[in-house]
C-alpha cells in the first residue's frame, strides 16, 4: 500500500505531492488504485509521468562529461549539475550549452554551480590562487586594438574621490522637477554619509546652459553645497559633445587628469567625484552614459532608489584573489527595476585591484524621490568654471526644434467661443464664422469639441489648421475657465462639460432646446448656428451683446 | 544576440480563467511561467453574463485548480431556473432545471472584475514560486518567429519574450490568433454579440423579489417578440448584491436588422414582465458589451501550431447549449489540457509536442464533442438553410403548427430541457422567435404589472464608464457608410443620430457632391469586438492599462 492514495485526493493537491514520491514501485502501487478506483485520465497522466521521470533519473545515470544537452530541460541540467563538483567539468558543459541551445537558464544553473564549488575549495582553505593581471595587450596579442572589458580610458588605481555630484538638468529656462529631487535625496545621503563615516563631504551641483546662473539660488535652496556651472550662449540647447566635455573637465579639475591650467583649483582637491548622479530624462541618460564612460566607469541607468552601504564581495575579479571574500566601504547601492518591474536588482560599480571604477554613477527615474522643500537661508559657495569651448563641439547645429506639450494655449482668455458637430452642414463655414466672432472680441480664441476633431468632415485649407486636439476643450482636451463660453452647435457631453463650466458665463447656441448643454449654460440661444453666429458677431461688434443676452434672459 | 531576449518556459498571454487555468496548471507542473494581461487588473477588460459551470464530465474545474474559488471569487449559486417566452404583454414561462442540472456539479454567478482579480492574485503567487509571474498592463502585440516559427511573443511595453511555450487565452478578440493565421474575423454568422447592465440592488431586496434565500439565487432566461425579430435572448442573474441583465444576439442578426444593440437590452429592461424584479428605482452601475464566439461554427479543431497554442474564446470554444452560455467552464478545462499536455510533452523530452497532446486531449476529454456537437452539423445546420427555416417558421405559425403548441405544451417544456434537443437548435428565427412567439400567444398568459424603469441613454451610460484614454486602437482603413456603416448601429456605444459614440453617420459636402461616410473617435469604445467584424478597420486592442476599465465585468 504506498503512503498516498491519489483517490483520496483532488488533482490539483496530488501535483506537489506525487512530484515528492521518487520510488517507481510506490508510484506503480498508486496508479493501479487510481485505476481500480476514480480512473481519472490526467491524475493517471501524471502518475505515468513521474515514473518516466524517477525510472529515467534512476537507470540512465547521466555523465555530464558525454550527455547531450539538447536531450535535457533547463530543470534536469539544475538537477545534473548539483552532483558535480569538478570545476572544470562544469565548464565544458557551459561550452556545450553555449555552443547548443544557448539557454539563459540552463547557463546560470552551471554559473551558479561553478561559483560554489570554487566557493568550497576557499572555506576548506586550500592554496588561495592570486587573480593574475594580464594587460588586455598582452592577453590578446592578436588583436591590433585590444581592449580588457572596454578600451581603457583612464586606467586610474587609488586615485581620491570625494562627494556626492549631482547633475541639474534645465529645460526651456526651469529646473526640471527631477533635479530637485535628485539634490534632496544627495542631500539626505551624504547628511548620514558624513554621519557614519565622520566625513564633510559635499552634494555638489552642476548646472551648464546658455541660463545656468538663474538657477544657482534654486539648486542651493534644494540642498547643494557647492554649485559648479558653466554658462554660454551656444549651450541653449542640449548638445552631448559640449556637454559632456564640460562635466568631465569640472569633474577632473584640480585632479590627476586636470585640464591646462586647472591642475589647481581652491574648490577640488581630489581627483574625480565619489557619486555622480543624473536624471533619467532623455538628455540626462545620453550624458550620463557618455560621461560615465569618459571618466572610466560604469553606470545604473534608471534606478528608483539610492543608499550608501558596505557590501562584502567574493568575485575574484574585484577582491583580487580567488576565494577571498573582502568589505568595500561607502559603497552606493543602486536599486533599478529589471525589464518586468516586478523585481529589482541593485547594482553595485566596485573597483578592481587594478582599476578604479569611480565615480560610483546612477540615473534616477524621475519622481522616485521626493521633491524636497526648498529652503532659501541655505548659504552654499559657488563656482563659476571657466573654460573655453572648442568650435569643434558645436559642428552639429540645431536649426529647429518643437516643444511637445506647449501648443495652444486657451486658458487665460476673456472669451472662448467652441464649436462642435452642429457645424457639419458646412464645416468650412462653421469655423470661419466662429473665427470671426473670436476677432470681434479683443482677447478670445477658438474652442472645438471633440466630436468635430474626430469627424471625416473635409475643412478648406485655410481654416484646416484650426482643427487640430490642441483646441479641445474637455476631459482629455483643455479646462478653460473665461468670463464667457460660446458653445454653438455642442450638445454638452459629460467630458466636454468638465472643461468648461468653471466659466462664468456659459451661452450655448443649440438646435435643439433639450441638448444636456441646457443644464449647465447660463444662455440657450435656440437656432441654427450659421444663422446665430454672424448675428452674435454684429451684436459684439456694435457693442450691444450684453443687451442682446437681457434680451433672451426673459 | 540570444541573451538580450528574455525566456522563459511558458508564456501565458491573459489571465482570464483559460490563462488561470493554463498558468496553474503549469506551475503546478514546475513550469516556468510569465502570466501577460493588459488590463490594469485582471478582469477589468472582461464581461460575462456569467454563470459559471463546473461540469460533471468535465477533466478540470474551476474549483478544482482553485479550491476557496466559490467562497471567494463568485456570487451566488444558482438554484431556480426559468426561461420565459414573451409575446406582447403575454408570458410563458417554463422551468428549465433539469437543462441547468445535466451534467453540472454547480453553477455560480459571477462578476469578472472580482473573480478575475481574485484568480490573478493566487496565479502570481503560484508562477513566481516557479520563476515568472504575472505583469499587468503589458499588450501583447503578436507572435515572435524565427526562421518562420512562432518561438515567442512580442509585446507594446516589454522588450520581446521567448518561450517554450505560448498559451493564447487572450479572449475573443485574440491578435494572437489572428497572427498564427488560426482564426479570421471575417464571418458575423460565427458570433454573438453580448450586451450587460449591472444593476445595483440590496441582497435583502434581491431574497424577497425572487423568492430565494440569502445563500441561493435565480437564473431567468428571456425570449420572443421583444427584440424586433433580431435573434438571440435575454438573461437576468442574481449577484450578492446587483443583478447581471443582459442580451445575446447573433451578430450577424443585429448586422442585417440594424438593431441598436443598447436599445434591445433597454426593450428587455422596460419590459412590464420585468417589473417584479426591478420596482421602481433603477441604478445601473455598468454597460458593457463583448463578442462571444459560437463554438458551433468557431471553435478550431486543431487549436495550435508551433509553440502556440489557443485556448478558450481565443479558439472559439465558446458553447451556446440553446440559452445557456458555456464558455469559462470551457476555457477552464482547455487551458489546464494545454498545460497539462505540455508537461506530458516536456516529461517526453520533446515539448514541442505539446500542440498535437493538447488537440488530442481536446477531443479524448469529450470536450470536442461538446463544442462542435455532431448532431448540430447533421440536423441544425440544414434548418439554417433559408427555405427550409421559412417553411418551419410558416409552419410553427400556422393553425397546425399553433395547435400543435397548444396541444404538446408539456412536451415542448421537456424539450427545452433536453440538452440533445437545444445543442442541435439551428441558429435561425425559428427557435429564437417564431416559435417563443408562438408559445407565449397560444399559452401564455398575460403580465400585468407597470414597468417605470427609464434606463440612462447612451451618453450617460458612456459618461459612468472609466477610461485611460490612450492612442487610438482601431483604424477605419475604408470610410465609406458602404462598407463600414453597419458599425454606426452594431457598435453598442454608437447609433444612429449620436454624436457621442464611436461610429458616426456623416454626410459631407466637397465641391458640391455629397458623400456619406463614417468617422470614428475611439475614446467611447469598450473594446468588444463587433467592429473588427462588420466594419472595414484594423482592429487591435489599446496599450497595457489603456481604454475601458470595467469596475464589475
Ligand atoms: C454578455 C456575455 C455573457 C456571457 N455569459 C456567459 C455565461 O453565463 N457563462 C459562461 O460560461 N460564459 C459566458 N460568456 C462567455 C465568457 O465570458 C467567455 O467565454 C470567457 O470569458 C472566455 O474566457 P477566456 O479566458 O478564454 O477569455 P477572457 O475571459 O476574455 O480573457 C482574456 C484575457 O486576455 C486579456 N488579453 C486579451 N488580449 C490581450 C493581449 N493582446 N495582451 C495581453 N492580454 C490580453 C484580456 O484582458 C483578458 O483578461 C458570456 C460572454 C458575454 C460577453
Ligand atoms: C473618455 C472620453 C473622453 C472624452 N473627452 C472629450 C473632451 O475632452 N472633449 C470633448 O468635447 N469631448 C470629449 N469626449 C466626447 C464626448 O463624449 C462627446 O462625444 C463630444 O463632446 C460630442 O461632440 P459634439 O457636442 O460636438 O457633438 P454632438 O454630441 O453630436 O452634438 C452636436 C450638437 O449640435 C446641435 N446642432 C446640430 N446642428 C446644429 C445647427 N445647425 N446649429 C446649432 N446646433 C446644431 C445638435 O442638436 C447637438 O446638440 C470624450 C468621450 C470619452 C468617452
Ligand atoms: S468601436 Fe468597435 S470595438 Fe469599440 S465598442 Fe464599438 S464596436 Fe466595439
Redesign the interface.
Given at each position: 500500500m504506498p503512503d498516498i492514495d491519489p483517490t483520496e485526493h483532488?488533482?490539483?493537491e496530488l501535483?506537489?505531492k506525487i512530484?515528492d514520491v521518487d520510488d517507481a514501485d510506490e508510484l506503480r502501487a498508486m496508479l493501479a488504485l487510481e485505476e481500480d478506483g476514480e480512473d481519472?485520465?490526467?491524475v493517471k497522466?501524471l502518475i505515468e509521468?513521474r515514473i518516466?521521470?524517477v525510472e529515467d533519473e534512476g537507470d540512465g545515470e547521466m555523465d555530464p562529461e558525454t550527455v547531450d544537452l539538447a536531450?535535457?530541460?533547463?530543470?534536469d541540467v539544475a538537477n545534473m549539475v548539483r552532483e558535480v563538483d569538478d570545476g572544470d567539468v562544469l565548464r565544458d558543459l557551459l561550452e556545450r550549452e553555449k555552443a547548443g541551445q544557448?539557454?539563459?537558464?540552463a547557463k546560470s544553473q552551471i554559473e551558479s554551480r561553478i561559483e560554489s564549488v570554487e566557493g568550497t575549495e576557499e572555506t576548506e582553505g586550500e592554496e588561495t590562487a592570486e587573480v593574475e593581471y594580464v594587460p588586455p595587450e598582452e592577453k590578446y596579442p592578436e588583436l591590433d586594438h585590444p581592449t580588457n572589458d572596454k578600451q581603457w580610458v583612464e586606467g586610474t588605481v587609488g586615485a581620491e574621490y570625494r562627494d556626492m555630484w549631482v547633475y541639474c538638468e534645465t529645460q526651456a529656462g526651469e529646473l526640471v522637477d527631477v533635479s530637485k529631487e535628485m539634490l534632496g535625496k544627495a542631500r539626505e545621503l551624504m547628511d548620514t554619509y558624513n554621519e557614519d563615516y565622520d566625513e564633510d563631504e559635499r552634494v555638489v551641483a552642476v548646472l551648464i546652459g546658455s541660463d545656468a546662473s538663474d538657477h544657482i539660488e534654486d539648486v542651493i535652496a534644494y540642498g547643494a553645497d557647492l554649485v559648479v556651472s558653466h554658462e554660454d550662449p551656444r549651450l541653449e540647447r542640449f548638445r552631448h559633445q559640449p556637454y559632456t566635455e564640460i562635466f568631465c573637465d569640472m569633474a577632473r579639475a584640480g585632479g590627476e587628469l586636470a585640464a591646462e591650467g586647472r591642475e589647481d583649483v581652491a574648490w577640488k582637491d581630489y581627483h574625480e567625484p565619489r557619486y555622480t548622479v543624473f536624471p533619467a530624462t532623455n538628455n540626462g541618460r545620453d550624458l550620463s552614459a557618455l560621461v560615465q564612460g569618459e571618466l572610466d566607469s560604469g553606470l545604473a541607468s534608471d534606478c528608483s532608489g539610492l543608499y550608501i552601504e558596505s557590501a562584502m564581495i567574493s568575485n575574484p575579479a574585484k577582491v583580487g584573489t580567488a576565494g577571498d571574500k573582502k568589505e568595500f566601504e561607502r559603497v552606493l547601492h543602486m536599486k533599478r527595476p529589471d525589464?518586468?518591474?516586478?523585481e529589482y536588482s541593485t547594482i553595485l560599480c566596485i573597483d578592481k585591484p587594478n582599476r578604479d571604477f569611480h565615480p560610483q554613477g546612477a540615473s534616477v527615474i524621475p519622481g522616485s524621490f521626493e521633491m524636497p522643500d526648498p529652503d532659501y537661508e541655505r548659504d552654499g559657495e559657488v563656482v563659476d568654471y571657466e573654460m573655453d569651448l572648442d568650435e569643434e563641439w558645436f559642428t552639429v547645429e540645431v536649426e529647429e526644434y518643437d516643444r511637445l506639450s506647449g501648443g495652444v494655449d486657451l486658458t487665460g482668455n476673456d472669451v472662448v467661443v467652441a464649436v462642435?458637430?452642429g457645424i457639419?452642414?458646412?464645416p468650412t463655414q462653421g469655423i470661419e464664422q466662429a473665427l470671426d466672432l473670436v476677432d470681434a472680441f479683443d482677447e478670445a480664441d477658438l474652442g472645438l469639441s471633440?466630436?468635430v476633431i474626430?469627424?471625416?468632415?473635409?475643412f478648406d485649407s485655410h481654416v484646416e489648421q484650426y482643427v487640430t486636439e490642441e483646441r479641445q476643450i474637455g476631459e482629455?482636451g483643455q479646462e478653460v475657465e473665461p468670463d464667457v463660453y460660446i458653445a454653438a452647435g455642442i450638445?454638452g457631453?459629460?467630458?466636454h462639460k468638465v472643461g468648461c463650466d468653471e466659466s462664468d458665463t456659459i451661452i450655448a447656441v443649440n438646435t435643439n432646446p433639450d441638448a444636456?448643454i441646457r443644464d449647465f449654460s447660463d444662455y440657450l440661444i435656440e437656432g441654427d448656428l450659421f444663422e446665430v453666429l454672424p448675428q452674435l458677431t454684429e451684436a459684439v461688434e456694435a457693442g450691444e451683446l450684453g443687451a442682446m443676452m437681457e434680451a433672451s434672459d426673459d | 544576440m540570444t541573451d538580450a531576449v528574455e525566456e522563459y518556459e511558458a508564456v501565458v498571454v491573459g489571465c482570464g480563467p483559460g490563462g488561470a487555468a493554463a498558468a496553474a496548471t503549469l506551475a503546478r507542473n514546475g513550469v516556468e511561467t510569465l502570466v501577460l494581461e493588459r488590463g490594469v487588473d485582471a478582469g477589468s477588460k472582461n464581461v460575462s453574463g456569467g454563470l459559471i459551470y463546473a461540469e460533471e464530465s468535465a477533466p478540470y474545474t474551476i474549483d478544482g485548480l482553485f479550491p476557496d474559488f466559490r467562497e471567494e471569487a463568485t456570487e451566488r449559486p444558482v438554484t431556480e431556473n426559468v426561461i420565459h417566452n414573451i409575446a406582447g404583454d403575454k408570458v410563458k414561462s417554463f422551468d428549465i432545471g433539469d437543462l441547468h442540472h445535466h451534467d453540472t456539479a454547480w453553477a455560480d454567478a459571477v462578476l469578472r472584475r472580482k473573480m478575475d482579480s481574485w484568480l490573478a492574485q493566487q496565479v502570481h503567487e503560484r508562477t513566481r514560486e516557479t520563476g515568472g509571474g504575472l505583469l499587468t498592463e503589458v499588450h501583447v502585440t503578436g507572435l515572435l518567429r524565427e526562421r518562420g516559427e512562432i518561438v515567442g511573443v512580442t509585446t507594446e511595453e516589454l522588450d520581446p519574450i521567448k518561450a517554450d511555450l505560448v498559451v493564447a487565452a487572450d479572449g475573443v478578440n485574440s491578435e494572437l490568433a489572428r497572427d498564427a493565421g488560426l482564426m479570421d474575423w471575417e464571418d458575423p454568422d460565427e458570433w454573438f454579440q453580448g450586451v450587460k447592465a449591472v444593476v445595483d440592488m440590496e441582497p435583502g431586496v434581491i431574497n424577497d423579489r425572487f423568492d430565494v434565500a440569502p445563500d441561493d439565487g435565480a437564473a431567468h432566461l428571456f425570449s420572443g417578440d421583444l427584440f424586433d425579430g433580431v435573434r438571440g435572448g435575454g438573461f437576468l442573474y442574481t449577484n450578492e448584491d446587483s443583478l447581471s441583465i443582459g442580451t445575446v444576439f447573433h451578430l450577424d442578426s443585429i448586422a442585417e436588422e440594424h438593431a441598436e444593440p443598447h436599445e434591445l437590452l433597454d426593450s428587455l429592461l422596460t419590459h412590464p414582465l420585468m417589473a417584479q424584479w426591478l420596482g421602481g428605482e433603477y441604478d445601473e452601475r455598468e454597460y458593457s458589451a463583448k463578442l462571444v464566439p459560437d463554438s458551433k461554427k468557431a471553435a478550431h479543431p486543431s487549436p495550435h501550431k508551433d509553440r502556440l497554442v489557443l485556448v478558450g474564446d481565443a479558439a472559439g470554444q465558446m458553447q451556446a447549449q440553446g440559452p445557456i452560455i458555456k464558455g469559462m467552464n470551457h476555457a477552464v478545462t482547455a487551458g489546464a489540457l494545454a498545460a497539462e499536455a505540455f508537461a506530458d510533452a516536456r516529461a517526453r523530452n520533446d515539448p514541442s509536442q505539446a500542440g498535437e497532446l493538447y488537440e488530442k486531449k481536446l477531443h479524448d476529454e469529450g470536450v470536442m464533442d461538446k463544442l462542435r456537437p455532431t448532431g448540430y452539423k447533421v440536423f441544425g445546420q440544414l434548418g439554417e438553410l433559408s427555405p427550409v427555416d421559412d417553411l418551419s417558421n410558416a409552419v410553427a405559425d400556422s393553425a397546425v403548427g399553433r395547435f400543435g403548441v397548444r396541444a404538446a405544451a408539456g412536451l415542448l417544456e421537456r424539450a427545452y430541457s433536453s440538452p440533445r434537443m437545444v445543442s442541435m437548435i439551428p441558429d435561425t428565427k425559428l427557435p429564437y422567435v417564431t416559435l417563443p412567439t408562438v408559445i407565449a400567444e397560444e399559452l401564455g398568459e398575460p403580465v400585468t404589472d407597470e414597468n417605470t424603469v427609464s434606463p440612462p441613454d447612451l451618453a450617460d451610460r458612456i459618461g459612468d464608464l472609466t477610461y485611460d484614454v490612450g492612442d487610438p486602437h482601431i483604424e477605419l482603413v475604408d470610410n465609406s457608410f458602404e462598407a463600414s456603416g453597419t458599425a454606426v448601429t452594431a457598435c453598442p456605444v454608437s447609433a444612429q443620430d449620436f454624436g457621442g459614440g464611436c461610429y458616426r453617420d456623416e454626410t459631407v459636402k466637397t465641391n458640391g457632391s455629397e458623400e456619406h461616410l463614417v468617422s470614428l473617435d475611439t475614446q467611447p469604445c469598450v473594446e468588444c469586438g463587433t467592429c473588427a467584424i462588420v466594419a472595414d478597420t484594423e482592429w487591435e486592442h489599446p496599450a497595457g492599462g489603456k481604454g475601458v476599465e470595467f469596475k464589475q465585468g
Open positions: 483532488e488533482i490539483a501535483g506537489p512530484k481519472r485520465v490526467p497522466t509521468d518516466e521521470k536531450d535535457l530541460t533547463v530543470a544557448d539557454r539563459k537558464t525589464f518586468s518591474g516586478f462642435g458637430r457639419g452642414d458646412d471633440r466630436g474626430t469627424s471625416s468632415y473635409s482629455s450638445s457631453a459629460i467630458q444636456d | -
